[in-house]
Structure formats: structure tokens, C-alpha cells
């Protein structure tokens, strides 16, 4: 049976950071594209950033690009989403998922696999 459980998401100040985590369970992480995603109340869900199997393939929204790093330990299974210098609109739900085969796609329908996400809170 596979999981993907998010953790790692709080209450923050704005230019605060978080390290969010996804650990996989049920699926071998080595052959999957990984991706994080959010979805802010009232909107649609929405691309933040990828990494292929290889990690050889990176891709951030341009929102997040450089104050974000994705990033993944196979051995441990798990995928980190490192967020810096955060803002109001970063405000949202945020979800890991999987992709077979292994690239790093920017839309919800190219992911096989879902978490059920964690919540960041960005406000003073």
C-alpha cells in the first residue's frame, strides 16, 4: 500500500523559513519524479517545484524560484522542499507526489501519487 505523508508545515511570519517533508512508503522512490505542489483556500492547485529520479531535472515556479530548494534522499525515502524568505501568498496547503516514469512535471496530471499535504501559514 503506498503513502505519502507531508509534514513540516506551521504558523510563520512573513520572511520566515520551513523545511517541508514528504516520506514515501509503498513505491520505489528511486524510479519516480518527485513534485511539490500547493493550493491556497478558494484556488486551484498549483505547481511549486519538481526533480526527476536522477535529480538531474530541476524545475521551481517562478513565485518560489529562488527562495525555494527541492530535494530527495532516496535511502531515507524521503523529499524535502526547503522554503525561505516567505510571504503572505505562500499562504496554502502544500502536497508532495510521485510521477512514473521519472520526469519533472509542472501540471497535477502528470503525478500517479498523492499526499494528503500540510499547511503553511504565512502572516504576523
Known amino acids: 500500500q503506498w503513502q505519502l505523508v507531508e509534514s513540516g508545515g506551521d504558523l510563520v511570519q512573513p520572511g520566515g523559513s520551513l523545511r517541508l517533508s514528504c516520506i514515501v512508503s509503498?513505491?520505489?522512490?528511486?524510479?519516480?519524479?518527485i513534485g511539490w505542489f500547493r493550493q491556497a483556500q478558494g484556488k486551484e492547485r498549483e505547481f511549486v517545484s519538481c526533480?526527476?529520479?536522477?535529480?538531474?531535472?530541476?524545475k521551481y515556479a517562478e513565485p518560489v524560484k529562488g527562495r525555494s530548494t527541492i530535494s530527495r534522499d532516496n535511502a531515507k525515502n524521503a523529499v524535502h522542499l526547503q522554503m525561505n524568505n516567505l510571504k503572505p501568498e505562500d499562504t496554502a496547503v502544500y502536497f508532495c507526489a510521485a510521477a512514473y516514469p521519472d520526469d519533472c512535471g509542472v501540471r497535477v496530471q502528470d503525478y500517479d501519487y498523492w499526499g494528503r499535504g500540510t499547511q503553511v501559514t504565512v502572516s504576523s
Open positions: 509503498g513505491i520505489n522512490l528511486d524510479i519516480y519524479g
Open positions: 526533480m526527476n529520479d536522477s535529480g538531474g531535472s530541476l
